[in-house]
Each structure stands twice: as C-alpha cells, then as structure tokens.
C-alpha cells in the first residue's frame, strides 16, 4: 500500500470522527441515553473495529474492483473509507433513508471536499432499487436480516431469544420475514462477480450458506471472526467461487 494513500485515509477518518453529531446519532440507536450512547470509549471502539475490517480486507480484496455495502452504517464507516482512499475501489452502499444516512452523507462530502477526495456516498434507498450492469467483488452483508425494526421475528429466531427479558422483540410473523429474507439473498447473491468475497454475521451465514449452495456455488468461509463494534455480532469473511465440475 502507497504511504501516501495511508495517511491520507488517516487524516480522513480523523476528520470524520470529528465532523460527526456523535449524540444526534445516539438518539438513532437507543431510546433511553442516546445522547451518551457514543461516548469516547464507543467512539474508539467503533474506529478501532473499522481499521481492523480494514486491515483483514487488504488481505483479500484487489484494489480497483467494486464493493457492495447493504445496510452499512457508521459502524461501517472507516472501512468504507479505506477500501475508496487507500485500495481505490467503487463502493456501492445501499442504506434506507434515515438521519443516519443523511449525517454520514454530510460529513463525507465535507471532508471530502476539504481534502480534495471524492469520497462514496450512502444511496438511501433499498438494494432493490440499485441498478447496476456490473457485479461485485465482495459484499458487506452484516446485522441486516438480524435487525428487530426491519425483521423482527426473524431476529428473534435467529438470536434464540424468546422473552423479553431475553431481548426478544415478540412481534413480527416469522414466516414473513423468512421470504423477504430469503429474497433479499437472492437479490444479494445474483449481484456477485465470483470470485467474490462475501463479508456476514455469523447468524445471516445460516441463511446465506444454502442459497449460495442452491446457486451452484462453492464457499471457503474464515475460520476467524471479529466482533462488529455497536452490534456484537460475530463477523466472518467468506470466499464465493463457482462449484467444481462433477468429474
């Protein structure tokens, strides 16, 4: 990697994490203390878990190629930077509209601006509105269809959770969810230019793992995880190739 490309994604993330309404964002993940959630233990620890991503996805993405991001927040936000800055790749991210996606909008452009950098920007409007001839060579697929707001029952099922008490929502229709999950993945996996390298929770890969395999394709998946930094899932890289030709 360019020195130069190194501290120049440095003083970008440096500068985002200044730039960001840290309490704002709070308000958008907790009901009660949002305004303290993203103290300065939380914020470090969302940077650090960002750079780590990073350094894992050096290893094993080619600088140039196309990434897709479904769902990415500022949890996301410093390897999003990095794979544009540092590896020069296209990154696509499709997030719903939310202050979220508007407060990262802004900053982007605005540090972008102050160092001359044409950084990505969040679409705010679902995948299935992403219209693109070309495919991805890897796809950031993590806490989406676990998510208790967009799949409530299905993020029960999949956590085992079943009281309150537990963390369940108790609400949702399990099969319901299960087909719009289920079609999401299709929609995820019909957009990767194998050999593609596939980052998910490891509560999604149950639902990741057979489609992939319906779709005649092979998958070499990490046996190391991280920890995402705001959820806690379990975060595992995977390679997506096509399946060898019965002899």
């Not at 196309?66 to 936000?77: D, K, N, W």
């Not at 044409?118 to 989406?144: C, I, N, Q, R």
């Not at 959820?231 to 390679?239: E, F, I, K, N, W």
Request: glycine fraction near 8%.
């Amino acid at each position: 990697m360019k020195t130069e490309a190194v501290q120049r994604f440095g003083a970008t993330v440096a500068a985002l994490a200044e730039a960001l309404d840290w309490p704002r964002l709070g308000l958008e993940y907790c009901e009660e203390g949002g305004l303290e959630f993203f103290d300065e233990e939380q914020r470090e620890a969302v940077v650090d878990a960002g750079l780590a991503f990073a350094e894992d996805l050096a290893e094993l993405l080619k600088p140039g190629g196309r990434s897709l991001y479904v769902g990415a927040g500022v949890a996301e936000l410093v390897q999003i930077v990095f794979e544009s800055v540092v590896l020069e790749r296209e990154v696509v991210i499709a997030s719903l509209p939310c202050f979220e996606v508007d407060e990262l909008n802004r900053v982007l452009a605005e540090v972008g601006s102050k160092f001359g950098l044409e950084l990505p920007t969040f679409m705010g409007k679902p995948l299935a509105e992403l219209e693109t001839e070309a495919g991805f060579d890897h796809v950031w697929h993590v806490s989406v269809l676990s998510d208790p707001d967009a799949f409530p029952a299905l993020h029960d099922y999949l956590y085992d959770r079943h009281k309150p008490e537990d963390g369940a929502t108790g609400s949702g229709h399990y099969p319901h969810d299960k087909a719009r999950a289920r079609e999401m993945i299709k929609d995820v996996i019909s957009r990767f230019d194998v050999p593609c390298v596939l980052s998910t929770s490891d509560e999604e890969w149950d639902l990741f793992g057979p489609a992939i395999g319906r779709a005649g394709l092979a998958v070499d998946m990490a046996a190391r995880g991280r920890l995402s930094p705001i959820v806690g899932d379990v975060v595992r890289q995977a390679l997506v190739e096509k399946a060898p030709a019965d002899e």
